[in-house]
């Protein structure tokens, strides 16, 4: 079957760095998606990747090891608004996203 | 960023009526349109995929006679829930896509919260 697994919540502090991790088992692979969703509104892209490295984007980052079935998302000095769910998706052979549950990020000051 | 809206952004009905929730893509011809639903604390399921001009494809386990997908131009996309009950309060959010080159990146809609009482 496909799966995607994140870490279900992490708590980081205001300025600081967090990596949240996201692996993956899909039939097919044509990409990675990062989504930021804050309570109650819809997703939001943040990254995409389909080769194997780093892409900077900012403050956000995002890695990406196809051979390994492994990605993350790098959040620099964050801020508050950076409170939210992050959602790693995989596109499949068939060109659908499947989405893992999310990581919720809480961040203290 | 393209931009995708949908309408209305929250709806409140009776049990045993229909709602219809329109999605439209505002500055690009969406070759596809999804149609998703997300209960609280769990991730995007998928309902159904549409393709202008086609029947929608539906996803295992969601009732095609009970969401009514109609995908009539590039741009707009409605789901009719009929009959609703009080077990299809959800938040219902809609993407629109087109393909160009190696990115299939999917635009979301606002999202529209149905409670149905």
């Known amino acids: 079957g496909q799966n995607i697994d994140q870490p279900t919540e992490m708590t980081a502090t205001e300025g600081a760095i967090v990596q949240i991790n996201c692996t993956y088992q899909t039939s097919g692979f044509n990409g990675l998606f990062w989504y930021q969703q804050h309570a109650g509104e819809a997703p939001t892209f943040l990254s995409y990747?389909?080769l194997d490295g780093l892409e900077e984007k900012g403050r956000f980052s995002s890695f990406l090891s196809r051979s390994k079935g492994y990605s993350y998302l790098l959040l620099k000095e964050l801020q508050m608004k950076d409170s939210a769910s992050y959602l790693c998706?995989?596109?499949?052979?068939?060109?659908?996203?499947?989405w893992g549950a999310g990581t919720k990020l809480i961040i203290k000051p | 960023g393209a931009v995708v809206s949908q309408h209305p952004s929250r709806v409140i009905c009776k049990s045993g009526t229909s709602v219809k929730i329109e999605c439209r893509s505002l500055d690009f011809q969406a070759t596809t349109m999804f149609w998703y639903r997300q209960f609280p604390k769990q991730s995007l399921m998928l309902m159904a995929t549409s393709n202008e001009g086609s029947k929608a494809t539906y996803e295992q386990g969601v009732e095609k006679d009970k969401f009514l997908i109609n995908h009539a131009s590039l741009t707009l996309s409605t789901l009719t829930v009929t009959s609703a009950h009080p077990e299809d309060s959800s938040f219902y959010i809609c993407?629109?896509?087109f393909g160009t080159g190696d990115s299939y990146e999917q635009y979301f809609g606002p999202g529209t919260r149905l409670t149905v009482t």
């Open positions: 998706a995989v596109m499949d052979s068939n060109y659908q996203l499947i």
């Open positions: 990747n389909v």
């Open positions: 993407s629109a896509r």
